[in-house]
Structure formats: C-alpha cells, structure tokens
C-alpha cells in the first residue's frame, strides 16, 4: 500500500508539470510554436540521453534475461493491443475512430512510466522499461501509421533512425560492450536525463492548454478509449501474465513485471495529438483523449501497482 501511495503522489507530481505547462501558454509565458520546440528537444535529445544513462552499468547475466523478459511483454502487450483496439473500437464513417483506436494501443510510457517505475521498482526498473519503449518506438513509426492512414506500407527508416530506437541501439552498444565511457560525459548525459519527466509534461501542459475540456468530457466515445487504455488492456496483460506463471521465470522477474505493467497502464501516449496532424486528422481530438486519460490515470495507476503486488 506504501508503495501504491508514492505511485500517487508521483502522479500529483506530474500533473503539477502539466499545469506548469498551461499556465505558461495561458499566461502567454511561452508560445504555442515554443512548446512544439520543448517537444522536439525532449523527443531528439532528453529522451535518448534517458535511455543511454539507464544502460550505464556493470553487465550483469540475470539483468540480460531480465531485459529479455521485458522485450517479450512488450511485444505480447503490443500484439494484444492493437488486436483488441481493432475489435473494440469499430470503424466508422469518421476518421476519429482511427485516433482512438491509435490511443488505445499507445502508451505514454516514455515520459510518464519512468518517474512511476523509479519510485515502484528503482534504477532496474528504469534499465527494463527502455525495452518496452524500444518497442513503441519501432511499432507507432510502422504500425501507428498504419492504423492511421490505412496504408500498407511504411517507412522502416523512421522506425530505426528515430531518436528513442538510436538512443536504445546506443546505450544496449555502450552496455553490451562496457565501453568506458568518461565521467564527465557520464555526469551530463545524467543531468540531462533528470529534464525527461518535468520539460516532458510542462510540454504536455502546452499542448493541452488549448483543449475544450468540456467538449472533451460530454464525448462517449473518449471515455470507452479511455478505459481501454488505463483498464481493459493492462488488466488483460496482468492477467496473462499471471497465468503464464511469469513471475516464477527468473529470478528478479517482478521487477520486469512491475516495470512491464505500469508502462502498459499509462494514459495515453503525446504522439497521439502529433501524429494525427502530421497526417492530416484532428490533432486536437487525440489531445482530448490525452487529457481525459491523463486526468483519470491519478487513479488508475496506484491501483495497478497495488494489483501487481499483490498477483505477483
């Protein structure tokens, strides 16, 4: 229950930041074309610098099974999502239902999970999370596409040369290898790394600061979304792995499973409000479903840390 409770209170953190970021479009502080910057430096530069620090430690043989098993879950939950996101959420005349079904299967996992799973699980956690959203990364640049365009095709450059697969590639090299990085690299890939939760939801704050929240509310649909994404698939996921026996695996495998669990239980993903309007679909829907979900994620997600104690 301790740790439930500083899962919740991480969760008021992040949700301080998010106002931060409101306030300061509301206020005029800072222009709406600047937080479109703040977004792209954390996606190009924060981000990666996350992922590489959290590679920077001694190779350990039951680290690597451990980050073996946090690649399966993420792949498991992935195909389970977008399986179920295309049965659930039916397709329609409108071009909306492609956001939700985007929104449902996409997690914000990369700027929302880590500060969660370092409270939950520690500096391990944050190691075993990088798989997941190694994974992410790869499936919205090919499948996120897809499932918003109809195509059949994609790009697989932008599924490896994107910033968070490079920063991966980059810090499993720097592991794999213990290249002896220098310290003072080391103390500012670290200082860096320490922006990811505050600049990455004071940007978030930014990009909802124009939502009507109202409209979002009175919307049916944004709510079914919404419980997809923060109850129905990480539930689903928990469940599997509990048949599965999972925790019984290796040892240290409720570390993967806790970190595994909270990045799949997390509201939805910022790239469902830019990827949309990059495609030309309504950026600003997929912004609604953000806030919704990220409004009702305060409770949702204590309770699946609290849920994940106790199954495992």
Request: proline content about 4%; overall charge positive.
């Amino acid at each position: 229950m301790q740790e439930a409770l500083l899962v919740g209170r991480q969760v008021l953190l992040i949700f301080i930041f998010i106002f931060i970021g409101i306030a300061c479009i509301k206020k005029k502080i800072v222009s709406e074309e600047a937080g479109k910057s703040f977004s792209n430096f954390v996606l190009a530069v924060v981000m990666p610098c996350l992922m590489v620090n959290s590679y920077l430690r001694p190779v350990e043989k039951e680290h690597l099974k451990g980050l073996a098993l946090a690649f399966l879950l993420a792949v498991v939950f992935h195909i389970m999502a977008i399986v179920l996101s295309s049965i659930l959420i039916k397709r329609r005349e409108d071009a909306r239902y492609r956001i939700e079904r985007l929104a449902a299967i996409y997690s914000n996992c990369g700027f929302m999970a880590f500060p969660l799973i370092s409270v939950a699980v520690g500096d391990i956690g944050l190691f075993y999370a990088v798989a997941f959203i190694s994974v992410f990364n790869v499936l919205i640049w090919s499948n996120g596409i897809i499932t918003l365009t109809g195509r059949k095709s994609f790009s697989l450059k932008a599924c490896l040369l994107n910033p968070g697969f490079i920063g991966f590639i980059t810090g499993i090299v720097l592991y794999l290898t213990s290249f002896p990085v220098p310290g003072v690299i080391r103390d500012a890939v670290s200082a860096i790394s320490l922006a990811n939760t505050p600049l990455a939801m004071i940007t978030t704050g930014m990009y909802l600061a124009g939502i009507n929240f109202k409209t979002a509310f009175r919307n049916v649909n944004i709510y079914f979304t919404t419980a997809i994404r923060l109850i129905v698939l990480p539930l689903i996921m928990l469940l599997i792995i509990k048949l599965c026996g999972v925790a019984g695996w290796m040892q240290g495998a409720d570390d993967v499973i806790m970190s595994s669990i909270l990045a799949c239980a997390c509201p939805v993903a910022a790239s469902v409000t830019l990827m949309p309007a990059r495609f030309g679909l309504d950026g600003e829907y997929g912004a609604m479903i953000i806030a919704v979900s990220t409004l009702f994620s305060i409770i949702t997600l204590p309770l699946f840390n609290l849920l994940t104690r106790i199954l495992i």
